[in-house]
């Protein structure tokens, strides 16, 4: 599929006195296939990063996965791998996974229950879908730390969000602020990290920070926001501005979807691999510490195999990546 994003507009969607209202504009961002962890590893549906965009506030990862049949794929088993300027966030709508990281943490990724994972200047981790999951359906999402905070130490929290039940929807906030629930779990950045069900056909309106630029991605159903419907395993991005934000279920089954906002990152970075860096020599150095099985990375033990190795840097100097200005219009 195309790394392109395009402005899908709905002429006249909102009304004002009975005029058309001027049409609001959301960025859709398809998502392309791609193997996670090797040849042996299941297939996701990357969203971000891509050429149309790099960021959406910290965020600069989404990766979306499944319904997958672990029967026929033989679902995940990701070998031990590095990370460095970044926090990884694990949230499954289905199946389990089992983490270990060089801190010591050994956990269980549970339907409903966020994983944040916090490299800083290096950590490595597994993850592997347990012999009792049959379905694995999820999302696997980083966010970039700021300059100030990305040679932070590591860290491993977990936390399960209560269920917020609106007049149409069932909100679980795993990061941030939103349907007057707040999640316990700090961030270096402002960020919003949320599930959203829809009932069939119903409508739910969502306050919103007006200072945060969000991205709505759709896992199931036919979702319509700001005059645009954004259809399964599409990313929809909203600029900042709105103050609230409705969706729309266009299906007679439950649609499903997950909310990521924050403040604009405001800094280019460097993303290769698995390494979130400012610069060439960042990412350079943290290869060749993996390699040499330095203790930067620290050890995962109670996996029964061999480390991934670092791919080869490319022969071009890795340059940073911001975000494009905001299409005029955009909301």
Not at 30 to 36: E, M, T
Not at 214 to 219: I, P
Not at 262 to 284: K, L, Y
Request: charge should be negative; charged fraction near 20%; aromatic fraction near 6%.
């Amino acid at each position: 599929m195309s790394g392109t994003g395009t402005d899908r507009v709905v002429p006249g969607a909102d009304t004002r006195g009975g005029e058309p209202a001027p049409a609001a504009r959301v960025e859709v961002l398809p998502a392309r296939d791609v193997p996670l962890g090797g040849p042996r590893a299941m297939t996701v549906r990357r969203t971000l990063p891509q050429r149309a965009r790099t960021l959406i506030g910290a965020w600069c990862f989404i990766d979306h996965f499944g319904p997958d049949d672990v029967a026929e794929t033989g679902g995940m088993d990701v070998a031990p791998h590095p990370h460095i300027g970044l926090q990884t966030v694990s949230w499954l709508f289905s199946g389990e996974i089992e983490h270990r990281d060089s801190l010591g943490s050994h956990a269980l990724v549970r339907p409903g229950e966020l994983n944040l994972m916090t490299g800083g200047r290096g950590i490595s981790h597994t993850e592997v879908s347990t012999p009792d999951t049959t379905s694995l359906h999820g999302v696997q999402l980083w966010v970039a730390l700021p300059d100030e905070h990305r040679h932070t130490g590591r860290d491993f929290r977990s936390h399960a969000p209560s269920p917020v039940r609106l007049d149409g929807a069932v909100v679980r906030v795993f990061l941030g602020s939103l349907a007057g629930a707040t999640s316990p779990v700090p961030s270096f950045t402002p960020l919003l990290g949320a599930e959203i069900v829809l009932r069939p056909r119903a409508s739910t309106t969502l306050a919103v920070d007006p200072g945060f630029e969000h991205g709505l991605l759709v896992d199931q159903g036919d979702i319509g926001v700001a005059g645009t419907v954004l259809r399964p395993a599409e990313l929809g991005y909203l600029a900042p501005g709105a103050t609230t934000v409705t969706l729309t279920n266009e299906t007679d089954t439950a649609a499903r979807a997950v909310l990521l906002g924050g403040t604009p990152f405001g800094e280019d970075i460097v993303m290769w691999w698995n390494f979130v860096g400012r610069s060439h020599e960042d990412i350079a150095e943290a290869r060749l510490d993996w390699e040499a099985a330095s203790d930067r990375f620290g050890r995962v033990d109670g996996y029964p195999g061999a480390r991934i190795p670092a791919p080869a840097l490319p022969n071009a100097t890795l340059a940073p990546r911001g975000n494009p200005t905001h299409p005029k219009g955009t909301r």
